[in-house]
């Protein structure tokens, strides 16, 4: 029998995630973030004269002002064949980022589907995805993420060119963004074990042709990576390895750097609440096994094993890319938990409660923030137009909404203007007396001298740590 229309995976599923994103997208989604201009000046930059090096971060170490192999360049290299088809503008960039949302959404959808999860995981994930990117901007998350959601995809498949191409994916994520190498590693190998155990092949003859698959995808990668270094691995190694150092915990310290970001970095309120509740989720799964299909157990504890991986491989990422994942494995918990309705009534109400606290900044962010005016953009061109030889330092909200990407030649990156391992200045007093700074007046990391702007109110109460009108400019000479 033919199914109904609306019982189509593709349009009950796929088509209303694109449309979200497409509905984002109009609003300019995601705003800008503080880093922005690090990882989009050397895609644009190579674009406009084919040199891979991001001027606007020369002033932050000598090894900048020739290359940028700080980071991994498949997310450089993936952006400005982009920008190469499509034009360096801002509404080029976010089309990027929404084609990599709607990427990852879809691709996690059909993993999803492939497994005969609930429709409403896929449709809700990319609801908790948002509001992740909300604060990334322009960063490589997006795109990893893409690679990382149809790497998985591919595995699912279980031939052996689908696990090259697979593999082949998963690679490029980790060198888009290195962090998913925690997700990748867990989920591949259950992917590979399942599929082992449902194959009617000889056991050797099958893990030897996935092997084989697997080491064509390396060789594959390797080169491809080889060939966006011009070959100069052991700078790009040695680049790595010094900017690794500033962010890199022991596996020692981990745990509790971790523990400090959620205790006293942003209190243990609002994470611990996330945390909390998946860890009674998973004690449920532990202890009412019976409510629970094997496949869900199985996933959730290939989740909690990325996640610990995670911890230890970049443990500040408690805010960003693994909440996120505690939040796919609670939204999975609660979907597939076979208990009575009234039960699960509660224990989404429990989530729904831990959801507005911990987004609670976004929210507020969101509906008491005030769009720049495009007077306030004219007036800083017409400050550069009129002032063509003064130095120049700006952020992402300066060169996004004043300039769109195309700003005058030789600005410095606000966020990385101070030398390494430095990053912005920590007082305006010691603001050179030849440099201008144009910028959000939002502060940033405890810079000291910013003049005073309106905060939001919101509920009769003022956030002094939020700026209502962070789109606005401040032009400092």
Known sequence: MQ?????????????????????????????????????VGTAIHYVQTGDFVNPWMAAWNERLKDRFFIQPPFHAYSLAIWLFLFGVSTKSLLLFNCLCYCIFSGFTALTLEQFKFSRWIALIIPIFYSLWMFRMGLRQD?????????????????????YFFGFCFLGSAFLSAPVTIAYSIPFSSAL???????????????????????IGAVITIFTVLLFCLNFRLNLFLSDMAWHSSFRRQSLVNALPVAFWIVTIGFGEVIYGSLYGLYIILLNLL??????????????????????????FIYASTVTGIFNFFCWVGIVTLVAEAQIRNRSKIIVIALCLFVFLLNNSL???????????????????????????????????????????????????????????????????????????????????????????SPRIELFGYRFESLVRKPYDLLIIE
């Open 3 to 39: 199914r109904r229309f609306f019982d189509n995976f593709y349009i009950a599923v796929i088509c209303p995630i694109i449309v979200f994103w497409l509905i984002l997208y109009s609003f300019e989604y995601p705003p800008p973030g503080i880093d922005d201009l690090s990882f």
């Open 142 to 162: 997006a795109l990893g993420m893409a690679y990382l959601a149809v790497g998985v995809w591919f595995l699912t498949k279980d031939r052996v060119v689908e």
């Open 192 to 214: 590979i074990g399942y599929n082992l155990s449902q194959s009617k092949q000889p056991r050797n003859r099958y893990l030897a042709l996935r092997s084989l698959a697997l």
């Open 286 to 311: 532990l202890l009412k096994k019976r409510l629970f299909s094997s496949k869900v157990r199985v996933f959730i504890l290939t989740l909690t094993i990325a996640l610990i991986l995670n911890l």
């Open 362 to 452: 976004n929210f507020i962010t969101i509906l008491g923030s005030e769009r720049g005016s495009e007077a306030t953009y004219r007036t800083a061109r017409e400050f550069v137009n009129n002032n063509p030889n003064r130095k120049y330092v700006m952020d992402s909200y300066a060169v996004r909404f004043a300039f769109d990407y195309k700003p005058p030649a030789g600005i410095i990156d606000w966020t990385f203007s101070s030398p390494a391992p430095l990053a912005q200045p920590l007082s305006l007093a010691n603001k050179p007396a030849d440099v201008v700074y144009i910028v959000s007046p939002t502060e940033r990391g405890g810079t000291q001298g910013f003049p005073d």
